[in-house]
Every structure is written in C-alpha cells, then in structure tokens.
C-alpha cells in the first residue's frame, strides 16, 4: 500500500485526513491519500511567484532538455511515489484499478504524454507559432521579421483542477514549466497517478520540486486552486463549463460534442469511411472530449447508424486487463444506472431509433461498478434531443441533417471532421465559430495533432500579446 | 475499548444517577398539564405508554418514536412554548430556511444557560474577564449571535457583532455565484479587521472555521496577524471541524500550540436544538483529534448503530450521532444528527460518553451543503 503525501512545492506533507482510492472492481484500497484544505492552498499560493522565479534562472532550451529526459522516465523506469516506487506497469495497473479504463488504454496515454514531453521543443513551437521562447523569457524580443514583440506573463504558475476519469487530458497542462511557469494541480481522486508520476518524473530529470505544488482534496480545495490562480483549468461538465464562462482567468474543459460531419458530395460512399467513424466512436472507451458523440449526414444516416451498430454493439465487457477491453467502467455507485435511463428516455422520442436494441441489454452491473455496452441512436432530425448528447462511453448519434442547415443546427463541437470536398462549404466550416478544431477530411475526430493548440490556446492563456517600446539598441535584445 | 479508571467509572455512574434523575423530572414537566407545552400534551395520547408513570430513567425515553425535526417547521411557534413559561419573554430561533419554511426553537433563558456553562470552561488566561469579543458568525434568526453576546457579557466585557445572513451564502453557493461569495466573504471580514483594529482591546474572538481561515490571511494581506491585533482566545464552531483544519489552524494560522503562539483555540459542536458540546483540549500528540461532551444532563450525545437507532456502538466504534435535549424549555427525546462519528468513553472533566471524528453523515453526505460560511 503506497501512502501518497500532499506536495506543497515540492515538500512532502502528511495530511491528518487520509482518502483510501480504490480498485474499482475489488473495493480493495491501492493508495492512501492524503488530503489538503483550502486554507492551505490558499495559503501556499502567496509563494507563488517564487516558482517562476526558480523556473526563469533556466533557459527554456534547458528546461525542455529536462522535460525530454522526464517522458523516459516517465514511461520507461521505476520512480519515487509517496512512500514507495512505482514502475511503469504498476503506474498503468494503478491508474487501470481506480478510475476503470483498460490497462491497455492506460498504456496508450502514458505514451502520449510522453509523446508531448518529449517533442516539447515542436509542441512549443506550434503553440508560439514560431517565437523564440527567449521571448517569453525575457517578456520581449524581436522576431525574425524585425519587429519588437512582448508577451508578458500573465501567472507564475498554472492552476489545475484535474479529473478523474479520463488518463488523456494531461496534455493540456504539461508543457507549463517549459514556459517556466509552476504548476499547482488538485488531482482527481480516482487518478492521482498521473500527477504525481509526471512530478516525480520532472524531479528526477532536474527540474526543481519546489515549483510543484500537489494537492488532493474536497471542493474546497478545487475552490481555492482557482481562486487564487492568476490562471487556471478546471475539467467538469457543463454546469461546470456554464460556472466559469467568461471567466478570463479559469480555462474550463467539459464535454467536448465533437462530430463528424459527412457532405453532400461524399455521403453516397459512406461505407468508405466507417473505420474513421467507428474509430471516432469507440476508441479510448468513449471517454474522451474527442471522441465522436455525433455523426451528422444528409441521407443515409439509417444505414450508417446499423453498420457503425453492427461493428460496436456486439462489444462485450471484459476484464480491465485483457488486450482487447474496449470499455472503462463507471467506478461511481449508480452512476451506469443513471446514465441508462437518461438516454432510455431520449430514445422513446419519436424519430430516434435504438440501432443497437439488437444487441443486447446495454447495462452490465457489476457488484462495485458498472458498464455500458456501446449505443448507436439514430435520428430522424437534429430536433430530437438525443442529437445533442454524450456521454463517458461509446454513444454516437448519428443524425439526418441537409448540410446547409448543419453548422448552424450541431452547436458547439471541440473537433468536428468534416468529409468533403465541396469547397463552398469547407469555407463555411472554416468560418463557423462553433467548431474549434477542424479537420477537413476524413480524419478521425480522435487524432490530433499535437503540433496544433487544443481547446484554447494555452500561450494565449497564460500570456498578453502587448506593446513595447524601447530606444536600446535593437541588437542588444535580438 | 472500556472504562476501567475506577474513579472515572464513580463519577460516571453519578453522572448517570444524576441524568435518571433529571430526566424523569423533566418529561414529568413537559407532560404536566400546567408545566408541559401543547405539543407533548397532544402527542401523549397518541404514545402507546404513559410517559408520566413509565419513564423512569434515561433509556425509558427509547419508549417515545425518534424525533423529527421537521415537526419544527411552521406555525403555531407558541405550541413549543411550556405553559409554565407563557408569560416569559420568549425567542424563536432558526435553523435551515434557505428555501421553504425554516425549523423553528422557542427560547426562554436556555442559550443563556449553556452559554455561562460553557463559559466555565474557557481558561481564563487567553479568554481573560472583562475582555471585548468580536462575534464573527452566523446572525439573524440564528441564536448564536445572541449567544455568544451573552457569554461575552457574562464574562464582563462588551461585544462587537459582524453581521453574516447564511441563507444568502446557501444561495451563492448553489447558484455558483463564486465571485458574490467571495465579495461577501471579503465584505465580512474587512468589517471584522476594521473592529480589531480601531482599538477596542478585543482579545476574544467567535468565528466558524473558514471566517477564521480568511481573516488570518486577510489579516496577513495586511501585513499584520492575529496575535498582532491582540486576540488570544478563539471559539470557534458552527460548521465541520476536521483534525486536519485543526492542525493546519494551531500550526499555520495561529504560530503555534497556546504557549507558542499565544492563541488558544477551542472547537464546539451546537445545533440549535441541543445547545454546545464542548471539546476535550485538542493536542498535537493526539493527532488533533476532536472529542466532543454534549453539556449532561440537559443534553446527551449518543453515537448509535445505523441499523438500530436505540443501540449505542461501542467505544471508538463508528455510528450515528443521537441528541437528545432535556431542558425545561425544550425536550427531545433521541434525534438523529445528519452526522457521524466515533464514540468517545467518558473522562474526568466529562464522566459520560462523547463523539469524536463528527462529519456528515456518509449516507446524506451528497445532499447537504456543509461549512458554507
């Protein structure tokens, strides 16, 4: 039993308040977790600005250097956890056990956040568009086009109020200290892993601990995280989303209702595309903001809806170690239960159609958890209110729709593919303000490219684009 | 474990005579024709058993069903009232109410009553006689504002009250209006830094443990404390109290154990129904644990099996936290606590039972707003 302390910069601190995580199938405990209070937090983010302070005596060059070495150790060796060691198969068991996805899934994003750490130079480099990080060093600069720029940081270091169900999402967060910006995270309290193993990764690879600060916690550590941030992120639902609108300090990341969209000129020869849809569907156990939840064409939606049914409704749970599970389970109580009837009551609307009724029974109840077998809905219109739904497993809509109602009709989509050629409406897509990242083609909504900023442009967050005027010599700043 | 201090076991089995005693004295008041008030007079024909010739002792009250507090809720508020009492100057008290109608208390001299008792347990070296305090709390319909105004008086000095309405902090909460519930956090405590500060010689203080958290570090903002400002005795309660809180208070907040820092901070558990437990000195060697004696004989914690309301758990066993009050004014015969916790075995200062560990009850934890202010 690994006992798992709060880290106030970089400082091991033994809570009087103690949270067993537990495996999901089991109940057994795998961890004991130490927990904080607001007050704490609070407190320890006066100290804030000494972590920029630390990180700015490295240049950004040597830190990324440092961040390289970290996604080896991350993903390949065995590194201090709380009172223990942790290897890179128990990091993937341990995530695998309390939050329920499958350990090959677990696996798969281990290696893309290694992915980011490792290529943060290019990551970096697409995120500035091309700006010398000494730039944001020094907080001005002159680009290679001649012209002075500033961009003045904003935080010393970046909030994180980070969930517990989906191992993907941490990318957002990891390139932070190479901007030499501290990190303050309030892990998830199903998946503290990740956290602590990329703390621990950065410790081992040279960067300071002192600008790490980890705090498990209640709300109200979550509460104190972003109020007292300069900038933060926090990953809810969409109340959640709805809290924090125009908050310009807090970044909220909630379900993401990506979509793939199929054109007029392409829909006769779907069936070309059913890998990327099924792809888009059901990989990473539908967990993610990225997966498909939608699926929008002109005609053939019913047909489309019964093969994409075909290759995922016969999907049978399997345990969280097998190669080929493609399911997370719901590790909250009920929760599977819940989520079943609220689409049970959708699909009683009049023109949706439950494509994979022939499946089977969608809900498998285990003693400590639950699971849902994937669903397929079709929809005879985007008026039907399932046309708007996801949820944290392999659900897609698959929606009848003219395409010149559809950017107008399929709301806010995080990644929305579209599948055409049409150059008229790839233009229209391009200018839909509702689509935030675009693919064009048939990509599946599921791989992104890393060399793009994602949900919001995290430079754009943590810094301000401003003016800056100077008579020194402009050599002397180049 | 069990008591085996033979002269903590005396004192406890006088403890015991004497809540026998005092509990036959009391439902013998509330259903006497003169004394009693209507409620308990027009329930006792609906009880199965004469509460007049069959209580006897304490355990003779699991003879009446568990109270419901929703029976508090709404008028007539005078059928709470003793009739021996009608022609007192009476207070009604409130809990709850954020929406829908509030539970109400009738009041007499009881807050007065507890208050004087718990003032016998404040040390006098950091809660000083004659000192001025500042109430930083829960007002309005609540009866700690007046409360804790009381126990200051009682102790010779005079007290300074910021205003805090809960209801409103409830609702801010559960609209999400973060940003409103800071601004009327802030709009407290800068009242609060501006009485401490203008020379009134406050050295006492109440205030809930987050009000406190936020003026310490209000406080610090400043560049000042609140060993700077004079204080040295906290009473501190009306919300969730965690060992963990505790610790981080005396350790970050406070600079220290009393003979460090020079703050002496005691943790209470009230509700409006019972009165105030106190707590037994809080440690470090103890892992700041928190154990709390409700004030026997006028009103007794239990801590119960979840099963079996009327089954006390063993000592340092985990159950259900059970109050029942018997005073003149108010009687509660066994009420089960949205709260858990561990039962504590009796020592010197407290001969009888108390609770450790009290957080919401885990089977109600999602439904309840818990430490709001």
């Keep these: 039993m690994i006992n798992i302390p709060v880290i106030r910069w970089g400082k091991p601190y033994e809570s009087l308040e103690i949270q067993d995580v537990r495996h999901f199938f089991t109940g057994d405990a795998v961890a004991k977790v130490s927990q904080a209070n607001g007050g704490l937090v609070t407190r320890d983010l006066r100290k804030a600005g000494k972590a920029r302070e630390v990180l700015r005596q ?52 281990m290696e893309k956040n290694s992915f980011v750490l490792r290529n943060m130079p290019k990551i970096l480099d697409a995120l500035t568009r091309g700006l010398d990080p000494e730039i944001l060093t020094r907080g001005y600069g002159i680009e290679s086009r001649g012209v002075v720029v500033s961009y003045q940081a904003q935080t010393p270091i970046l909030g994180a ?27 998830g309290s199903q998946e503290p892993w990740t956290a602590y193993r990329v703390a621990s990764a950065f410790a081992e690879a040279g960067i300071p601990p002192e600008v790490i600060s980890l705090y498990p916690g209640g709300h109200d550590v979550g509460g104190a995280i972003l109020a007292a941030s300069p900038r933060s992120m926090i990953f809810g639902s969409q109340k959640t989303i709805d809290q924090y609108a125009g908050n310009p300090r807090v970044q909220v990341h909630g379900p993401g209702f990506s979509k793939i969209l199929l054109g007029d000129d392409v829909v ?44 995922i409704g016969p999907v049978e749970v399997l345990p969280p170690n097998d190669p080929q599970a493609g399911l997370a389970a719901f590790t909250v109580e009920g929760m599977g239960t819940a989520v079943k009837n609220m689409i049970d009551e959708d699909l009683k609307e009049a023109g949706v159609t439950d494509m994979t009724a022939p499946y089977g029974e969608r809900l498998v109840e285990k003693e400590l958890c639950s699971y849902l077998r994937p669903v397929v809905a079709h929809c005879e219109s985007p008026e039907c209110a399932v046309a708007q739904k996801e949820y944290m497993f392999p659900f897609v809509s698959v929606v009848e729709c003219p395409q010149d109602q559809m950017i107008r009709k399929i709301g806010y989509t995080l990644v929305g593919s579209a599948i055409t050629d049409d150059e008229s409406w790839i233009d229209q897509l391009g200018q839909a303000t509702n689509i935030d990242r675009l693919n064009i083609g048939a990509i599946p909504t599921n791989r992104l490219n890393w060399l793009q900023p994602h949900e919001g442009n995290l430079i754009d967050f943590l810094f301000r684009s401003r003016a800056y005027q100077t008579t020194r010599e402009m050599a002397a700043i180049a | 474990m069990t008591v085996t201090n033979p002269e903590i076991e005396s004192m406890a089995k006088q403890a015991k005579e004497e809540l026998d005693r005092h509990t036959v004295e009391i439902v013998q008041w509330h259903f006497g024709e003169d004394t009693g008030c209507q409620f308990w007079l027009d329930r006792k024909a609906e009880l199965d058993f004469d509460p007049l010739s069959e209580v006897q002792c304490y355990e003779d009250l699991r003879k009446f069903p568990l109270f419901e507090d929703e029976w508090l809720r709404g008028g007539p508020v005078e059928r709470w009232r003793p009739k021996a009492y009608a022609d007192r100057p009476t207070y009604v008290f409130e809990t709850g109410g954020t ?3 509030p539970k109400s208390r009738v009041v ?35 009866r700690l504002r007046l409360a804790v105004e009381h126990l200051c008086q009682f102790r010779g000095g005079i007290c300074f009250c910021i205003d805090l309405d809960p209801r409103w902090v409830v609702k801010l909460i559960k609209k999400g209006w973060m940003d409103h519930l ?73 600079g220290g154990p009393p003979e460090e820092g020079g703050i ?38 239990e801590v119960v099996s979840f099963d079996d309301p009327n089954s006390v758990v063993g000592y340092g066993e985990t159950g259900r936290v059970k109050l029942t009050t018997l005073t003149k004014e108010f009687f509660v015969p066994g009420f089960l606590e949205r709260d858990e916790g561990e039962r504590e075995p009796p020592f010197e200062t407290y001969p009888w039972d108390g609770v450790s560990g009290v957080r919401p009850y885990h089977k109600l934890q999602s439904s309840t707003t818990v430490g709001v202010y």
């Design chain 2, 182 to 254: 800071e601004a009327y956090k802030n709009h407290c405590i800068d009242q609060a830094i501006t009485i401490l500060t203008a020379g009134h010689d406050i050295k006492c203080l109440f205030a809930t443990p987050k009000l406190l958290d936020s003026l310490c570090l209000a406080l610090e903002d400043r560049g000042t404390s609140l060993q700077e400002t004079g204080v040295t005795g906290i009473f501190s309660g009306g919300t969730e109290f965690t060992p963990q809180w505790t610790r981080y208070a005396v350790e970050e907040l406070l």
């Design chain 1, 161 to 187: 109020v980070l969930p517990s169900n989906s191992p993907g999402v941490h990318t957002l967060w990891l390139p932070v200290v190479a901007l030499q910006m501290g990190l303050v995270l309030k892990p």
């Design chain 2, 264 to 301: 002496y901070m005691t943790p209470t558990y009230g509700n409006t129904l019972m009165g105030l437990a106190c707590s037994k000195p809080i440690t470090a060697a103890d892992g700041y644990k928190i154990s709390y004696y409700a004030p026997q004989p006028r009103a007794v914690t």
């Design chain 1, 58 to 109: 490295f240049t950004c060059s040597d830190l990324m250097e440092r961040i390289a070495r970290a996604a080896d150790l991350y993903e390949n060796e065995t590194l201090p956890l709380g009172d223990g060691q942790q290897s890179p198969d128990e990091f993937a068991g341990q995530q695998s056990a309390t939050t329920g996805l499958p350990e090959h899934m677990c696996r798969a994003n």
């Design chain 2, 108 to 142: 007499v001299d009881d807050f007065r009553i507890d208050y004087e008792m718990f003032s016998d347990t404040l040390p006098d070296q950091y809660f000083p006689r004659n000192s001025n305090w500042l109430m930083l709390g829960p007002s309005g319909p609540r």
């Design chain 2, 99 to 101: 929406t829908g109608i």
């Design chain 1, 268 to 311: 006769d020869r779907w069936e070309e595309f059913l890998d990327v849809m099924v792809e888009s569907v059901y990989i990473n156990g539908g967990r993610s903001c990225i997966n498909a939840s939608g699926i929008w064409a002109p005609r053939h939606t019913r047909e489309i809806a019964a093969a994409i049914a075909e290759r």
